[in-house]
Nanobody, 117 residues
Framework: QVQLVESGGGLVQAGGSLRLSCAAS????????MGWYRQAPGKQRELVAA??????NYADSVKGRCTIARDSAKNTMYLQMNSLKPEDTAVYYC????????????WGQGTQVTVSS
């Protein structure tokens, strides 16, 4: 498995921005897919955004407010989040998969994002 370390979370006012980072222990070219998930207290973990070599996709709840990107030189994936809302409050997790089906999947430990009103 791959080691993934998230950073960049914190406390931000509604309407503010954060950039989350996910540092991987191996080249991001090793991965078919990388993505960000989030889990709020009492809620199921949900996909926020995902990226492959050719595509990106976003949850409807963040579409237009978030941008996912990869930096191969730094083995790092980013999630830029703008116009944050209190409902964005959650622990955000980095995920990387090494196959199309997602059977070889690794997770980070998460970074807390708290958006105040």
């Amino acid at each position: 498995q791959v080691q993934l370390v998230e950073s960049g979370g914190g406390l931000v006012q509604a309407g503010g921005s954060l950039r989350l980072s996910c540092a991987a222990s191996k080249s991001i070219f090793s991965f078919y897919n990388m993505g960000w998930y989030r889990q709020a207290p009492g809620k199921q973990r949900e996909l926020v955004a995902a990226i492959t070599s050719r595509t990106t996709n976003y949850a409807d709840s963040v579409k237009g407010r978030c941008t996912i990107a990869r930096d191969s030189a730094k083995n790092t994936m980013y999630l830029q989040m703008n116009s944050l809302k209190p409902e964005d409050t959650a622990v955000y997790y980095c995920n990387a998969t090494e196959d199309v089906l997602g059977l070889m999947s690794s997770w980070g430990q998460g970074t807390q994002v708290t958006v105040s009103s």
